[in-house]
């Protein structure tokens, strides 16, 4: 049986806090000012560069030195030097271009499969179209609509499969802040029951629900990744009333890895609560692997596993998705 205590609940929802606290920039007003630049000498030199040489036994850095800058290169300061800022606008096109970004305005024609078991060995398959329209470069329109079968693994009780159309889904949001290396994204999801009803399982929840999102990502130029934060949260405003209402949240973290124009890695941990559920929370590993198939065409594989809570409704045992999307450019 799995635990049920609100601690638990607590203490990843203050991990998850933490964690999105840390996507921020080091120093913000630093970094919507760009700072960096006017403390360069004015010869156009990096601060780096004008640090006096190791040759020189003299002038030669002590150890606490050599520390800093070695922590330096592995994790960036707010303010990115010249090289690292080009080297991060460079990283964050590639990965808009691969359709990883999830603050990038950016179109998208996406069709994805996905293969689930859940507990009790039943099992699911779905079908999305994904259709996002880009406008004027810093809004974007999602649109999902996904075909459900289900199969309950029930013939003694002789729950019948059930196939059709599940909750349509709606995202609209922009990108509100971004500086080299950084971007935050804002918006609002919604769903509409537009899932088949009975006979057999429900394909959907059955309500509407409307909940604000947030997304950041952070380049970190000198390892070539990304690390991107993501947090939903979803509450049902009407719908059917015989159906349970509806309030979740999801925090998902995503590392992203860039492998050249055409190949791509990464892992996103996603944690659900379910706050109608006594609180209960569940947790999902998945990984990622893509490659651009032609100057249009990209394809992915995605595989997942269920970590905890695997019954809370979004998490699973295992999965496997594949799909194909192409990205366009914004109106």
Avoid: C
């Avoid at 640090?51 to 994790?75: N, Q």
């Avoid at 499969?161 to 919604?190: E, I, K, P």
């Avoid at 769903?191 to 950041?216: M, N, Q, S, V």
């Amino acid at each position: 049986m799995e635990a049920r205590l609100p601690i638990r609940q607590v203490t990843t929802a203050l991990v998850w806090l933490t964690v999105a606290l840390s996507l921020l920039p080091v120093s913000l007003p630093a970094a919507l000012g760009q700072e960096a630049p006017s403390k360069t000498p004015e010869t156009g030199k990096s601060e780096v560069a004008a640090e006096p040489e190791d040759d020189d036994p003299a002038t030669a850095p002590d150890e606490e030195t050599r520390k800093r800058r070695l922590l330096k290169r592995v994790l960036p300061p707010g303010q990115l030097t010249p090289e690292q800022q080009e080297e991060a606008q460079r990283l964050s096109k590639i990965a808009a271009a691969q359709g990883t970004d999830p603050t990038a305005i950016v179109g998208r024609f996406e069709l994805s499969s996905q293969y689930v078991v859940l507990p009790g060995n039943s099992r699911l398959t779905t079908l999305v179209s994904r259709l996002d329209l880009a406008l004027r470069s810093n809004w974007v329109l999602r649109v999902d609509v996904p075909q459900v079968w289900t199969d309950p693994n029930l013939p003694l009780q002789r729950v019948p499969n059930q196939s059709g159309l599940s909750d349509l889904f709606v995202r609209t949001g922009g990108r509100v802040y971004t500086v080299a290396g950084y971007a935050f994204f804002a918006g609002m999801d919604f769903t509409f029951p537009t899932a088949a009803g009975p006979p057999g399982p429900p394909l959907g929840l059955g309500k509407y629900t409307i909940g604000p999102l947030a997304a950041t990502a952070r380049v970190f130029p000198d390892i070539h990744s990304l690390l991107f934060g993501l947090i939903q949260h979803q509450i049902s405003v009407g719908g059917d009333p015989s159906r349970k209402d509806v309030q979740f949240s999801r925090f998902a973290l995503t590392f992203n890895t860039v492998w050249g124009e055409r190949w791509w890695t990464q892992v996103q941990a996603l944690t659900i609560l379910n706050w109608n559920r006594d609180n209960r929370s569940g947790m999902t590993l998945e990984f990622e692997g893509g490659h651009r198939l032609t100057p249009k065409w990209l394809f992915f594989l995605r595989p997942g596993v269920g970590l905890f809570g695997r019954d809370v409704q979004g998490a699973y045992d295992w999965s496997i998705e594949v799909g194909f999307r192409r990205m366009f450019p914004s109106f």
